[in-house]
């Protein structure tokens, strides 16, 4: 049965980073655009039940959080399958609980949202009749070279992976080798490339596609993506810019964190984080820690213990040296930095952080859910992609935008020095003079106007609603008739 309240279904893909971006759309949805929104959760396990994300959007009016049975893929994975490959199987294998908890509701949604490991549930949303859709929680240049990757030959993918030729995408800036995505890079998970590519392949058949991204962030790339003489021949669907899509500020957080930054200058402190996966090696972690030491700069720095790229993982034990310093850090690190930088073991209050005045710049692993948190708070950055498309997104930041620095090319690979941390740290900070933080806080004013009413992101889910409405009407006349 259907009721005529809008009303759409989302599927989160497993981890953080996708997770939060679609509850941010759910929520948007419900209270801008009048829909009922029920997300459907996949998860490895049940503990994401328990975490602040689920639990308060599970709170809110009109929004309901669904997690389907979580999903068991060790027979299916071996320790080669990247993280990627895993949660393509994981999606894969909980198409049959969508199909039943889809089936099985009262009021059945006329949408399907999914985000980009999703896309095979595209065909659960026709099998329902459903609108369908696309979010990408991530740029529209990543869009524009995952919709591309289907088109390339065996000869581009040559010159590109083997010969570190730039990668062409029909009206872009090529993508150079150095910041290329994980597909191109990972040399022992064969199903990876083809993977991508068939979402590549699935991704334009939907009717439309979102991006957490806006008009005025990425304005040649969406045009590029619309242009029949460029992407728009393979996007056919129409490309709908509807972000930023970012967690806000929880309410008035006590940690301890947010009472040290509570008693630092304005713009003084730099937060330094990987995401909510990105782990350095030991060397790295050292150099960093050092780093920020010879920087005289405020920090604080959310710590993992360091993992070298050995596939099994090399993780050092938890122990402490005398004032309290993990070993995995110089000894002493703690008494020689107490009085202006503070470490946050495995996890951080983000959002809050990276709004609070004293913070005045951030080392990030340009995760789009961070840059964006970024972006919001006019924060500029030291860009330090890892993995995924985050190369993509420092060379965006930096010779796009402006609005970050990042390290020399090292093409020998090895760590980032510490003295070439503590530069970029400094002129992060201090970035009155480079322009760097003007240019931050005019992407922030950007940002604010395109979610607001009138805003072209605004706009954008303004015609989704409008389309799913259309789509309602037709479906409740068809039943009338019946
Ligand atoms: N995050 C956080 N505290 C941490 C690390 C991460 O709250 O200590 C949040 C961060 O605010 C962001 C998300 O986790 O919303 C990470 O997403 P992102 O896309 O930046 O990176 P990913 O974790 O997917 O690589």
Request: contains cysteine; proline residues 6%; charged residues 20%.
């Amino acid at each position: 049965m259907r009721t005529l309240k809008p009303h759409a279904a989302l599927l989160a893909s497993p981890g953080m980073g996708h997770l939060i971006p679609v509850v941010e759309l759910g929520k948007r949805l419900a209270a801008h655009h009048g829909f009922d929104v029920t997300i459907f959760v996949v998860a490895p396990d049940s503990s994401i039940g328990e975490s602040p994300v689920f639990s308060s959007a599970s709170a809110l009016n009109h929004l309901k959080l669904v997690l389907l049975p979580p999903v068991d893929i060790s027979g299916l994975t071996d320790s080669t399958s990247s993280v990627v490959t895993q949660l393509v199987m994981m999606m894969r294998e909980a198409l049959p609980s969508l199909r039943t908890a889809i089936s099985a509701m009262r009021a059945r949604p006329a949408t399907l949202v999914v985000d980009l490991f999703g896309t095979e549930a595209l065909a659960v949303a026709e099998e329902f009749d459903m609108l369908k859709y696309v979010f990408i929680t991530s740029t529209a240049r990543f869009l524009a070279a995952t919709i591309h990757l289907p088109t390339i030959d065996g000869k581009v993918e040559h010159e590109h992976r083997i010969m570190k030729r730039p990668l062409e995408i029909p009206g872009l800036e090529p993508v150079r080798f150095e910041d290329t995505l994980d597909l191109f890079l990972d040399q022992t998970d064969k199903s990876l490339y083809a993977e991508y590519t068939r979402i590549g392949r699935e991704i334009p058949t939907a009717d439309g596609i979102l991006v957490n991204t806006w008009q005025d962030l990425e304005p040649s790339t969406l045009h590029a993506l619309e242009d029949d003489k460029f992407l728009g021949r393979v996007t056919k669907a129409p490309v709908y810019p509807v972000g930023p899509l970012v967690r806000p500020v929880g309410p008035n957080s006590k940690s301890e964190v947010m009472n040290w930054l509570g008693m630092q200058p304005v713009e003084s402190v730099i937060y330094v984080s990987f995401g909510s996966g990105g782990t350095l090696s030991a060397e790295q972690t050292t150099e960093l820690a050092w780093g920020l030491e010879l920087s005289q700069q405020r920090f604080v720095w959310v710590v993992r213990p360091p993992m070298d790229d050995d596939a099994s993982g090399n993780f050092f034990n938890g122990s402490n040296g005398q004032d309290g310093t993990p070993n995995y850090l110089p000894g002493g690190f703690y008494t020689r930095t107490h009085d202006r930088g503070m470490v946050v073991p495995m996890w951080a209050p983000q959002t809050e952080i990276l709004a609070h005045e004293s913070v005045g710049g951030f080392v990030s692993h340009c995760g789009w859910n961070s840059t964006l948190e970024s972006i919001v708070n006019g924060v500029p950055m030291v860009a330090w992609p890892l993995y995924a498309e985050q190369g993509m997104n420092a060379a965006m930041l930096v010779e796009k935008l402006g609005t970050a620095v990042r390290s020399r090319m090292r093409p020998a690979g090895g760590p980032i020095g510490r003295e070439e941390i503590a530069d970029m740290v400094r002129s992060v900070i201090n970035s009155k003079g480079n322009g760097m933080r003007t240019r931050a806080k005019e992407l922030q004013r950007g940002a604010a106007g395109a979610v607001l009413e009138g805003g072209s992101s605004h706009n954008s889910l303004t015609r989704v609603a409008k389309e799913c409405e259309v789509k309602l009407h037709s479906l409740s006349a068809r039943a009338l008739g019946a």
